[in-house]
């Protein structure tokens, strides 16, 4: 069983910048856990993936937020971060950390559907 916890979130400006962490309950990636990712949900639209990263530090992003969001690992810490640079209007939204165990860890492969650990989420608004 993984457990994840978020924290993190909050509001800024348009342009602002947050880090997202998410702890997880033991070691960040083991067989339950080789694949981990970040998903964000806003009110009314579907969840959708913002990034990947594997147990071999191989990351994936949507196209949305490529060259603005980078996630990152501390092993020693078991957590996971997203770092959130150039926010907009449009990146609000509710944001999920979850794993999973798969080889084709990737944003273009798996569906929030792919995922059984997920944490409780951490809100995020960007005002203009």
């Known amino acids: 069983q993984v457990q994840l916890v978020e924290s993190g979130g909050g509001s800024v400006q348009a342009g602002g910048s947050l880090r997202l962490s998410c702890a997880g309950s033991r070691y960040i990636y083991s067989y339950s856990s080789s694949c981990m990712a970040w998903f964000r949900q806003a009110p009314g639209k579907e969840r959708e993936g913002v990034a990947t990263?594997?147990?071999?530090?191989?990351?994936t992003y949507a196209d949305s937020v490529k060259g603005r969001f980078t996630t990152s690992t501390d092993n020693a810490k078991n957590t996971l971060y997203l770092q959130m640079t150039s926010l907009e209007v449009e990146d609000t939204a509710m944001y999920y950390c979850a794993a999973a165990s798969s080889s084709r860890c990737a944003i273009t492969t798996m569906t929030f559907a792919d995922f059984p650990y997920w944490g409780q989420g951490t809100q995020v608004t960007v005002s203009s």
């Open positions: 990263t594997n147990i071999f530090g191989r990351t």
